[in-house]
């Protein structure tokens, strides 16, 4: 980078181009949304068939062209103003050094050099001290020699001059790293030359953002940072203080810390985790892909003691040693990221609305936070926790929970404003009988779900507030039980479905108001007697050794009927054992749906 270039070159003008592409970006991502949710919708009413899975088939490339279009756009606006803002510092400071040259009457040359004019001579002998011409240095021991030379110099120019010429090379060094930094990390953003979006091309805009994020690190000093562990009121003030060019360059580089943060908006949230969602299912998939196949030959019999043993075969086990850790969570993780995108593209079906991922991780166990309908406009909101071995990997199950919850919702109320919320947001003990009898993990997770809950209220958009309802199945009642008893709820309603203990004796304790604690045990289930013994709760008055769960009427939850109700049309099933209470059509999921929305009258009690 030369003075002319420097000297004449309008950051603006970056920043414009920067603004272009962020444009270009918003419109692809809004391009995406109305296919996803609007034209597959609409489809889904007019269509039917092979004709309806063909076209939702190339809509669904084409949804992928624009959202991998959204992602590259943004890292390219980021990277333009990550430059701009680099490359103006170094020109505001050559600009300054030039303003002072002229105000000293110096004379700064193409090259960078300054000379300065004679001078009369410090000793006042009447013999003007020379004038000459000096040229800067970054090197300090080059500096300090040259200083120490203009110091014992008659001629007080030479100083002047020579600081001069080190805040040009100085300037224009830090221009020449800037665009040596920035120039390769622009070029490499750029698609191939195809309509198709392949996992190595999710993975290299991964890449990509690895790089423009290492490369904006002065950039993104200059934005104001997240609060550290900040409550989602502080959160949503943080984002709402955020210029749009800020917000682009946190969700283009930061999905990962933007889709966590509870108080954002649910949208905002949803575009970031999708980000991760894409570049993480492309990344596991290159890696299982790389690794060899478990053998097919998992299981041999052997003579032991003269009993016939089936054993893992020496090549499974071989391979087992090498690879099965990390085969397992990656099969698991991608068996939980295409649930979730099965959920995604079921939009529209039965009048399904939109789903919004609120959450997605999918390190250890992995975290996900999936909303059937906006939580941010919805005037019910239902947010139901899992139970033991709940994980990534099996997290299809309970966003299809949540799925019928909402539908059963619809029939409770028609056209009721609701949104159901599956909270994969801790980790569950993943062993009924090693890890379940523990309650660290309804502990160590019960601020995460107070924290979800308080954000809902920050975001909620929708006119009044919004009537909030906690449902816990199994281990999951324990952790909303454990999140009660240390703090502030933020629910209107709770419902437990099976549940072993919440560690609290009373639904007075629940932190919602009297008479909105509800309670199903089906027929058969046999987790609540057998899990009193370990996360039960107690009341003073009964003394010591008494272990009381939702069930027991001394708690004081109104218990709902699970049985099998009515006949014709309008009859319910009933629910048997510990995982029915969702199943599609059952008295169970009726009684919850009407907490859901409210209509508690209609809310029918065991017979």
Not at 14 to 20: K, T
Not at 338 to 357: H, K
Request: glycine content about 10%.
């Amino acid at each position: 980078m030369d003075l002319a270039t420097l000297k004449q070159l309008e950051p603006s003008e970056f920043e414009e181009a920067a603004d272009g592409y962020r444009a270009t970006s918003d419109m692809a991502s809004a391009a995406k949304d109305h296919l996803d949710n609007v034209v597959v919708a609409g489809m889904r009413k007019s269509l039917k068939g092979q004709a309806l899975e063909a076209a939702l088939g190339e809509l669904k490339d084409l949804s992928a062209d624009f959202h991998y279009t959204q992602i590259e756009c943004g890292l390219v606006s980021t990277a333009l103003s990550g430059f701009a803002h680099d490359i103006d510092a170094a020109r505001r400071r050559l600009l300054s050094a030039l303003d002072d040259a002229q105000a000293m009457k110096l004379t700064v040359n193409a090259d960078g050099s300054v000379t300065y004019p004679e001078a009369p001579a410090k000793d006042g002998s009447g013999t003007p001290a020379q004038g000459g011409t000096v040229s800067g240095a970054t090197d300090p021991a080059v500096q300090g020699i040259a200083r120490q030379s203009a110091h014992f110099d008659p001629n007080p120019h030479h100083a002047e001059a020579l600081d001069v010429a080190d805040r040009i090379t100085a300037a224009l060094r830090e221009a020449t790293e800037a665009d040596s930094k920035w120039a390769p990390r622009i070029r490499a953003l750029k698609a191939d030359d195809d309509l198709t979006v392949s996992n190595q091309d999710l993975k290299d805009a991964q890449s990509d953002m690895a790089g423009v994020r290492d490369a904006a690190k002065n950039y993104l000093d200059s934005i104001a940072a997240p609060p550290q562990d900040g409550s989602p009121q502080q959160n949503a003030d943080w984002w709402k203080g955020l210029s749009p060019e800020e917000r682009e360059a946190y969700l283009s580089l930061h999905p990962d810390v933007v889709g966590r943060l509870d108080g954002l908006p649910s949208e905002t949230r949803d575009e970031a985790n999708r980000i991760v969602l894409d570049e993480k299912q492309a990344e596991y998939q290159l890696r299982i892909d790389s690794i060899p196949k478990p053998p097919a030959n998992e299981w041999t019999w052997i003579n032991a003691g003269g009993w016939a043993s089936k054993v893992h075969t020496d090549e499974w086990m071989e391979w087992d040693k090498k690879y099965g850790d990390e085969y397992r969570h990656l099969e698991s993780s991608l068996k939980g990221m295409n649930a979730i995108r099965t959920r995604f593209d079921q939009t529209g079906e039965g009048g399904l609305p939109e789903a919004y991922l609120l959450a997605f991780s999918p390190e250890g166990h992995g975290r996900a936070v999936v909303a059937t309908g906006n939580p941010d406009t919805a005037q019910n909101q239902a947010v139901y926790v899992p139970g033991t071995t709940a994980n990534l990997g099996k997290v299809g199950g309970d966003i299809d929970r949540m799925t019928e919850l909402w539908r059963q919702t619809q029939q409770a109320t028609p056209n009721a404003s609701v949104s159901t919320i599956t909270w994969l947001g801790y980790d569950a003990p993943q062993d009924i009988v090693k890890d379940s009898p523990f309650e660290h993990y309804a502990y160590d997770g019960a601020p995460a779900y107070r924290q979800f809950m308080d954000g809902l209220d920050v975001s909620h958009s929708g006119a009044g507030d919004a009537h909030r309802t906690a449902i816990g199945h199994s281990y999951g009642t324990t952790l909303i039980g454990a999140a009660a008893q240390t703090g502030n709820l933020n629910a209107d309603d709770v419902i437990f479905a099976g549940s072993p203990g919440v560690k609290v004796g009373s639904a007075e304790e629940m932190d919602v108001p009297k008479g909105h604690v509800w309670n199903e045990e089906a027929d058969g289930d046999k987790v609540p007697d057998i899990g009193r013994w370990g996360h039960g709760g107690s009341q003073w008055k009964l003394g010591g050794g008494t272990f009381i769960i939702p069930s027991d009427d001394i708690f004081g939850a109104h218990q709902m009927n699970t049985d099998a109700e009515g006949s014709g049309p309008s009859a319910t099933t009933g629910a048997e054992g510990h995982s029915q209470y969702w199943n599609k059509g059952s008295t169970a999921l009726k009684n919850q749906a009407l907490v859901v929305v409210g209509e508690y009258g209609d809310v029918t009690a065991p017979r």
